[in-house]
C-alpha cells in the first residue's frame, strides 16, 4: 500500500481521483467519433437474438474510454457551474 508520505502526494479519495483524471490520456476528436460509433453498434447488437460478447467487450470498453476521456469536461463544468452559484448566494 502506498502512503501520502512515501509518495508526498495525499491521497485522500477526492484527490486521488483528482490526480487519475489528470494522468489519463487526453481524448481526440478523431477517437472521440470512433468511440460514439463503437457505442451505437453496440446497441444493434444488443437488439440481436445472439449478441456477439466480443463486440459488446469492446462497447463496454469503449464507453469507459469515453467516461475516462469526458472526466475533466465535467470536472471544469462543475467549477464553473459552483463559482456561478457562490455569486448568486451572496
Known amino acids: 500500500m502506498i502512503s501520502s508520505q ?24 478523431k477517437e472521440e467519433a470512433q468511440l460514439l460509433r463503437y457505442i451505437e453498434c453496440g ?4 437488439m440481436k437474438r445472439c ?7 469492446a462497447v463496454e470498453q469503449a464507453r469507459n474510454r469515453l467516461i475516462e476521456g469526458y472526466q475533466p469536461l465535467l470536472i471544469g463544468l462543475q467549477g464553473v457551474t459552483c463559482g456561478i452559484v457562490e455569486k448568486w448566494n451572496c
Open 6 to 29: 512515501d509518495q508526498g502526494v495525499p491521497l485522500s479519495a477526492i484527490e486521488q481521483y483528482l490526480r487519475d483524471v489528470k494522468l489519463a490520456a487526453p481524448l481526440l476528436d
Open 43 to 46: 446497441k444493434t447488437e444488443q
Open 51 to 57: 449478441p456477439d460478447g466480443c463486440v459488446l467487450r
